[in-house]
């Protein structure tokens, strides 16, 4: 049973950071995609950034140069470093892992991901 739990969220002036993280247990084996999702009030869940199994990130056009996607595979951890945040960043953020193995980038398209977390909330102010 694969479980996700995320951490790190809060609330921030806008121009700050955030560091979201994300535990993840019951792998079977290493070939996931693994993602970050927001969802504000009013509006659809849209993909942030995922990471394949060797590392190969893909980024929202909004997260490019502001968000960085890692991941420390012998602890099973994904993280959301977010720079320059807005108020417009402000959402739940979601951890998500799709059992698929690929060396080319994850999609960003939530409804392929077949688990998820409970989420973070993060809140920015101006």
């Known amino acids: 049973q694969v479980q996700l739990v995320e951490s790190g969220g809060g609330s921030v002036q806008a121009g700050g950071s955030l560091r979201l993280s994300c535990a993840a247990s019951g792998f079977t084996n290493s070939g996931y995609c693994m993602g970050w999702f927001r969802q504000a009030p009013g509006k659809e869940r849209e993909g942030v950034a995922t990471?394949?199994?060797?590392?190969?990130?893909t980024y929202g056009e909004f997260a490019k140069g502001r968000f960085t996607i890692s991941q420390d595979k012998a602890k099973n951890i994904l993280y959301l470093q977010m720079n320059s945040l807005e108020p417009e960043d402000s959402a739940m953020y979601y951890c998500?892992?799709?059992?698929?193995?690929?060396?080319?980038?994850?999609?960003?398209?939530?409804?392929?991901?077949?688990?998820w977390g409970q989420g973070t909330q993060v809140t920015v102010s101006s």
């Open positions: 998500a892992a799709l059992p698929v193995s690929t060396l080319y980038g994850c999609t960003l398209a939530d409804r392929y991901y077949t688990y």
């Open positions: 990471i394949n199994k060797i590392g190969t990130p």
